[in-house]
């Protein structure tokens, strides 16, 4: 059956969930797995793959597979999403608030992350995202108006990539990223829900259009007990 390892995923998906296995427990050896789904190796490690990159598992080398906490929410470190697709695919209710939206002469550090000089006008769009009734991410984007000419308070609610790609015809193709760990800011404990917490996770990206231009900064900020990142890597030899 070419899909067994998806209905392998789901089953094993299904057993986290509903705490059979529960956060930090090991599961069973690719040797058990199996036995116990009478499936070879490979099947099993395709299994294994997508639950990794879906946030599930955590693999550690001559260990096995560590369970995660699954009331974090897995967010891709590689692709280029909106929240709003994020949001439908982590299955939660989720909302976007406008804090701020104008448009403006950078500072010296926009400049340099977007390239450009102080003359060149930038959107600056603060936007707290609430899952589950708490605000958890705080948002911080520079758009160049040169490529977005204008921004309203509902395209900005609703998805940005979404006007973006749809309406204006631009083609987003490729990010680069940094993840930092760093002590909470006062914009921070102005927007955020941080239940005590002083640090968060930032991560900063500098998005392209399809013909490589830059286009866009954002400095996104995440309470730290809500998240992990999750990354699928395939090994080249050097």
Not at 160 to 172: A, C, G, M, P, S
Request: some cysteine; proline content about 2%; glycine content about 4%.
């Amino acid at each position: 059956m070419n899909n067994k390892y998806l209905t392998i995923y789901n089953d094993l998906a299904e057993k986290i969930k509903t705490g059979y296995y529960k956060a930090d427990d090991l599961l069973p050896s690719e040797s058990n797995l199996m036995k116990d789904y009478n499936a070879s190796r490979d099947t099993i490690r395709k299994s294994l793959n997508i639950l990794t990159q879906e946030g599930y598992i955590q693999k550690s080398k001559g260990k096995g597979s560590f369970v995660l906490d699954i009331n974090r929410f897995a967010f891709p470190v590689s692709g280029v999403v909106s929240f709003k697709e994020i949001g439908k695919q982590l299955g939660k209710k989720f909302s976007t608030e406008v804090k701020i939206l104008q448009c403006i002469l950078p500072d010296k550090t926009i400049c340099n992350y977007l390239n450009i000089n102080k003359n060149q006008k930038v959107w600056e769009i603060f936007r707290t995202r609430k899952i589950d009734r708490e605000n958890i991410i705080l948002d911080k984007d520079y758009i160049l108006q040169k490529f977005v000419n204008n921004l309203t308070f509902d395209i900005c609610k609703n998805s940005i990539y979404e006007y973006i790609e749809d309406i204006l015809n631009l083609k987003i193709a490729y990010a680069k990223k940094q993840i930092t760990v760093e002590k909470s800011t006062e914009e921070d404990k102005k927007y955020l829900d941080l239940d005590g917490y002083n640090m968060v996770v930032v991560v900063r990206s500098c998005t392209y259009l399809e013909d490589t231009s830059l286009f866009q900064y954002t400095e996104s900020r995440h309470r730290p007990d809500k998240f992990v990142f999750v990354d699928f890597a395939r090994r080249n030899k050097l």
